[in-house]
């Protein structure tokens, strides 16, 4: 170019000034909207851009992603000192109920937002996990996970257990372990504590947290944890769990090679055991209801607008949260691209749900995530709860290693606790 | 008698296998990051893992530079870790031949406070270091993460150890009654002696630098500014993370740092400083 | 040459002038830091609400702290990897760096670098390589122990179960303490290395002269000319070994590992404050540690004071 000469020299110039005036212009008009997010979310938005902006031409939408912990963090710095927030946040679950007890995030049932006019398109569940004790909604669902029980087929056939035993009660479930054990060899579960953590979410009464009342009072010496525990016991001496923790490599080893009968889980695990994790046992897994008719959600998404993030971007920001939450179109995309289980209800009636699925040897699972995810009831959060997870697991390796008594593992963690209850 | 000159003998031969075998023993993991750098995560996570190279390179390759702006991190990594690199030279040398051959009010107390610095947990200082980049407008400026650890304690403790040890008093005082001025005494006589320190002391702030990830988690706020690890973390998630890009970034990552061990190991081990101390 | 009579500067301002750059960073980047993190430690916060949210409540976080069981427990664990991976990195880099630095020519760099490569690797590769390693079902480790068991005499010393390395508090530390070792004895060999190079050959030349066995001149020329460098590699592994965070971190997966026999104190104020929400303790635990390290440090600095002229 540099070489053509002089008589494209002015010609240049006026395009090079047209086209500076045009980006100004541009720039004047374009707006940004920031997202801060973690994998895989960040996917699940960038893929929604396009539908964003068949609506909004003119507004850019920025992801900025981090590690899943790093994300939330970043997010805890943010709204610590009100600097640098994102219009839109991401926030799993976990974080919800935390940050629902701070003060940072704008409560959504109020104007300009309106969440109250659409809460009954969402997974009642979801909506209840975004509600604060005052009543303020602080965050809208976009992806829930309905747990329910992964199986291999193969190996319950060859030890002529059935479905219904597999899952009738807690008792049964430990009983069919014991003869998949005998008869295959193979672990019931990866670890005891999976089967803790959905023994101790049953039979929690209106208005309990699941370690904490409403009034703080330590409830880790109730029938549930007793029971949670009774039974991790039993898998443990039968030694009917692998004793190893998910997302570890000897985890996926053990589905590869066959050696985990079980996984408890949410909706998501199918399509990762297909992907990535044990391609090879395509066919041989079905999903059903977990034991007992328990009803568990594993993880969930959720969307959410600091007080402190930029105002003149806020009305837009909800725009975009409605379209990620509301738009049955990418709702629909996330679930079939990343197994981001859909929160919007709408998008339940659609022949998606009734299709097959191979790696689940053409079973219409999806059904019975469905069904799972209207059946769940979220569980009033403490802020203490993320400790108190800790001290229980704690005090269920003491008692599965060790052989510490129960009812003196669990008032050691309820001494604990209540040291910590009132902080 | 003999048993004993057989012992002398033999004693050599076994340190050197002693040596050989751990050398093999600390390379393992590493021949292992390269491994695992050219296969999918499917492979990655199967046991025992893959022991000789797959030929997934490519893939991860193209999955990791569709996720993140890979390169352009990776250029950024450079910028801030030479940066830093320079700086901290500079001015931990300076530090460090003041701290052990001077003697001036407060030195007791000033070493005192380089010292403390050390001493707290980098993490409980990410909401104020966040709030004093926001003041100075450095948020999402490489210079945020350049400037602040410039003369960390970590290196003016170093330094001040290797002039105590290695540069005699007399020395800058002969040159001091020769008509040398401070500043000369330091780029002429000081910082040739130092060699060996400074290479070193480049290398580990060169790899603290590439390392850094608290760093750039507290200031950068957009991905085409992360360094790398901030970059490469970012694909992680606790349910889905892409394993085989992940290796192939941080393998890839490491290359700079081998180059530059090769470069400052000639600093480092070159044989024995020659008659300069006489 | 020489720089103008004008521009001198006096041996009097030298020294404040070379440390300007430290107190200068310090003054704007170090110090706020520090206060912020001392008034923490005397409030309750709850992060998310924003700065106002802070409310003052005296020395309860420090009161709560001194009697909170998973802080001292997180001491101990923390004392106890600190002696096990720190001692041994200076017993082996010491007689290792002097014996490549003396018997070592052509292959020297690539000795060094073999060692020193732990330092760079990625942690993640790390961490999968490790659980592979020491998996209880197909964990190579264990596939060994569980082939030993064939050999006749020797099977009666090896354990028939295959052992659970990781899922035994009794085994997380040790565990952590050798991935500590591997990665950072390398890096206090170069340390050393780099010392050993300031120490003039022609001491070495004169007693092999007097007839000092390679052992004595180990003795007594290598040892007291590395007085300094000990003295700064044993004080970066007391404040690092009692800041040990990212390994035990990785190998357990963030949280400290089966009865928490894997968490330093580093890894219980990270998760006070980021996981369990209490920012206020959190800054009053890490000022204690503070304390700690503080003591200690001043400890190894008495300890390699020259003491008199036998020293």
Redesign the interface.
């Given at each position: 170019m540099w070489l053509e000469g002089q008589r494209y020299f002015s010609c240049g110039a006026l395009a090079l000034a047209v086209m500076i005036g045009l980006m100004q212009a541009d720039a004047l008009a374009r707006q940004t909207l920031t997202v801060a997010a973690f994998p895989a979310v960040d996917e699940i938005v960038k893929a929604a851009i396009p539908v964003w902006k068949r609506s909004h031409p003119e507004v850019d939408i920025k992801v900025v992603s981090r590690q899943f912990g790093d994300h939330h963090i970043a997010m805890t710095t943010a709204l610590s000192t009100s600097f640098h927030l994102p219009d839109i946040m991401a926030l799993e679950v976990g974080y919800v109920g935390r940050f629902a007890q701070g003060g940072g995030l704008e409560d959504l049932s109020r104007p300009p937002f309106g969440i109250s006019q659409h809460v009954n398109h969402y997974v009642p569940y979801a909506v209840q996990q975004a509600t604060s004790r005052k009543g303020t909604i602080i965050a809208v669902p976009t992806d829930v996970g309905p747990g329910t029980l992964l199986y291999r087929a193969d190996l319950l056939a060859r030890s002529g257990v059935s479905e219904a035993e597999l899952t009738r009660s807690w008792d049964s479930y430990v009983a069919a372990g014991a003869k998949i054990k005998a008869s295959t060899g193979a672990y019931l579960l990866a670890h005891a504590r999976d089967m803790k953590d959905i023994v101790i979410r049953t039979g929690i009464q209106p208005g309990e947290g699941l370690y904490f009342d409403s009034r703080s009072q330590v409830l880790v010496t109730s029938p549930r944890f007793v029971r949670a525990f009774e039974l991790a016991r039993q898998i443990r001496q039968k030694r009917l769990d692998a004793k190893v923790l998910a997302w570890s490599n000897e985890w996926s080893e053990g589905f590869k090679r066959g050696s985990i009968a079980t996984q408890m889980s949410g909706a998501w695990l199918s399509g990762h055991l297909s992907n990535w994790l044990a391609p090879s046992t395509r066919g041989l897994w079905r999903a059903a209801q977990l034991p007992e008719n328990a009803f568990a959600a594993f993880g969930g998404t959720f969307f959410a607008i600091a007080k402190g993030a930029p105002a003149a971007n806020k009305p837009l920001a909800w725009e975009f949260i409605r379209l990620m939450t509301l738009n049955r179109e990418v709702q629909l995309n996330a679930f079939k691209s990343q197994d981001a289980f859909p929160a919007l209800l709408e998008t339940y009636n659609d022949p998606f749900f009734d299709q097959t699925i191979a790696f689940l040897g053409g079973q219409k699972a999806r059904q019975v995530w469905r069904e799972a995810a209207r059946h769940i009831n979220a569980v009033t959060v403490h802020k203490q709860d993320a400790f108190a997870e800790e001290v229980i697991n704690t005090e269920l390796d003491k008692v599965l290693d060790r052989g510490k008594d129960i009812r003196v593992a669990l008032a050691d963690a309820e001494r604990l606790l209540k040291q910590r209850a009132l902080r | 008698m003999s048993m004993k000159i057989q012992a002398d003998r033999l004693a050599p031969w076994a340190a050197y296998l002693l040596v050989g075998v751990g050398a093999l023993i600390m390379l393992a993991p590493f021949y292992f990051m390269f491994v695992f750098a050219t296969h999918s995560r499917t492979e990655i996570f199967s046991l025992p893992p893959p022991l000789f190279f797959g030929d997934d390179f490519l893939t991860n390759l193209t999955i990791l530079t569709e996720r993140i702006p890979f390169w352009r991190n990776l250029g950024w990594s450079l910028y801030v870790a030479l940066a830093s690199t320079a700086l901290t030279l500079l001015f931990c040398s300076l530090g460090g031949y003041a701290f052990a051959l001077f003697e001036f009010r407060f030195k007791k107390l000033l070493f005192g406070l380089v010292m403390a610095t050390l001493l707290l947990p980098s993490f409980m200082n990410m909401i104020p270091t966040f709030m004093i980049m926001d003041v100075l407008g450095w948020i999402d400026q490489p210079r945020a993460l350049y400037i602040p650890g410039a003369a960390s304690a970590f290196g003016i403790f170093l330094m001040r150890q290797f002039v105590a040890a290695s540069i005699p008093r007399d020395l800058i005082e002969a040159a001091r009654m020769d008509g040398c001025g401070e500043i000369g005494i330091y780029t002429r006589i000081v910082l040739p002696l130092l060699k060996p320190a400074l290479g070193t002391l480049g290398l580990i702030t060169f790899i603290a630098s590439w390392n850094n990830f608290i760093g750039p988690l507290i200031v950068m706020r957009s991905p085409e500014m992360y360094t790398l690890p901030l970059a490469l973390r970012s694909l992680q998630s606790p349910v889905n993370t892409e394993w085989g890009a992940l290796m192939a970034g941080s393998a890839i990552a490491t290359l700079p740092l081998i180059i530059l061990f090769i470069l400052s190991s000639r600093q480092l081990i070159s044989g024995l400083t020659t008659g300069a101390v006489k | 040459m020489?720089?103008p009579t004008a521009?001198?500067?006096?041996?009097?301002w030298?020294?404040?002038?070379?440390?300007s750059?430290?107190?200068i960073?310090?003054a704007?980047?170090?110090v706020?830091?520090?206060?912020?993190?001392l008034y923490l430690a005397f409030q309750?916060w709850?992060?998310?609400?924003?700065?106002a949210?802070m409310q003052y409540v005296g020395v309860d976080n420090f009161a709560?702290a001194l009697?909170?069981?998973?802080f001292w427990k997180s001491l101990k664990n923390t004392a106890w990897l600190a002696v096990a991976s720190g001692l041994p990195q200076h017993l082996v880099a010491i007689p290792?760096a002097y014996?490549?630095?003396s018997?070592f020519t052509r292959l020297?760099?690539g000795?060094?670098?073999?060692?020193?490569?732990?330092?760079?690797?990625?942690t993640?590769?790390?961490a999968?390589?490790f659980?592979?390693l020491f998996?209880?079902?197909?964990?190579?480790i264990n596939i060994g122990l569980q082939a030993m068991c064939q050999v006749p005499v020797l099977g009666w010393f090896m354990p028939q179960d295959p052992t659970?390395w990781l899922?035994?508090?009794e085994n997380i530390k040790p565990a952590i303490a050798i991935i500590v070792f591997?990665r950072y004895?390398?890096?206090n060999v170069?340390?050393y290395?780099?010392?050993l190079?300031?120490?003039?050959?022609d001491i070495y030349e004169a007693a092999t002269m007097d007839g000092a066995s390679r052992m004595q001149q180990f003795w007594h020329i290598t040892l007291p000319?590395l007085?300094?460098?000990i003295?700064?590699g044993v004080?970066?592994s007391v404040?690092g070994g009692l800041?040990l965070?990212e390994e035990p971190f990785i190998l357990t997966?963030?949280?400290g590992g089966?009865?928490?026999a894997g968490m330093t104190t580093?890894i219980y104020?990270?998760?006070m404050?980021?996981?369990?929400?209490?920012f206020g303790?959190?800054?009053a635990m890490?000022w204690l540690?503070?304390i700690v390290?503080?003591i200690l440090?001043w400890l190894t600095n008495r300890a390699f004071r020259p003491r008199g002229p036998s020293a």
């Open positions: - | - | 020489m720089i521009r001198r500067i006096s041996p009097t030298a020294p404040y002038l070379f440390i750059p430290f107190l960073l310090f704007v980047f170090g706020f830091p520090l206060a912020f993190s309750t709850e992060p998310t609400s924003g700065l949210a709560f009697r909170d069981e998973w290792l014996f490549i630095h018997s020297r760099n000795v060094v670098g073999a060692y020193f490569m732990p330092y760079i690797t990625s993640v590769a790390i999968i390589l659980s592979s998996s209880t079902d197909y964990g190579l659970d899922g035994q508090p591997w004895v390398g890096f170069v340390l290395l780099a010392a190079q300031t120490i003039p050959k000319s007085k300094p460098m003295f700064f004080t970066l404040i800041q965070f997966g963030g949280r089966s009865d928490q580093a104020l990270y998760r404050a980021f996981d369990f929400n209490d303790a959190a800054s890490s540690l503070f390290v503080a440090t």
